[in-house]
């Protein structure tokens, strides 16, 4: 376990650097306009984060012990493709969710 000083410390230092982040945007580049390359670099932030946060979870999985398995990659790629095809994100999640629950209720009969 980690000592309880320390946690604070952490949990302290990261919440100050999450405030000075913020506020390098907001507090002193917030009243300027923002030059057309850095608009455009930042227009890709939000599509990145969702597949950051998705593959660790599909290559990695710790329901299975960090073994890549066949349900998951499935329905990964199902996700995949849907989006690419309907450029839908809801449709693209919702299939993708069939999949994985479908092809997990396969494998448990």
Do not use: C, E
């Not at 980690?2 to 945007?25: E, K």
């Amino acid at each position: 376990m980690i000592d309880t000083g320390t946690l604070w410390i952490v949990i302290i230092g990261l919440g100050i650097g999450s405030y000075a982040l913020r506020f390098a945007f907001l507090g002193i580049v917030g009243d300027r306009p923002m030059p057309a390359w850095l608009l455009r670099h930042l227009r890709y932030t939000a599509v990145a984060m969702l597949p950051a946060l998705v593959a660790p979870q599909v290559v990695w999985p710790a329901a299975t012990d960090g073994q890549a398995d066949l349900p998951r990659m499935t329905a990964a790629l199902v996700t995949l493709v849907v989006g690419l095809l309907t450029k839908n994100v809801l449709a693209a999640i919702f299939s993708g969710a069939a999949t994985l629950f479908g092809m997990l209720w396969l494998f448990t009969l």
